[in-house]
């Protein structure tokens, strides 16, 4: 198993993107300093929201 290169409250993940979509999230986290990292969790976040059943 590969080490989670020291990340203590975090998962590394590998996954592959559409190259437009991640452009335009690039240019996006550079413009607002945001890390694509944060922007993924928020993309995630609001995804599983939408799907949620009751």
Request: charge should be positive.
């Amino acid at each position: 198993m590969v080490s989670n290169r020291g990340l203590k409250n975090r998962t590394a993940i590998s996954t592959s993107i559409d190259k437009e979509l991640y452009a335009k999230l690039k240019e996006y986290s550079e413009e607002t300093g945001i890390p694509l990292s944060k922007l993924f969790d928020k993309a995630v976040s609001a995804y599983l929201e939408s799907i949620k059943r009751d």
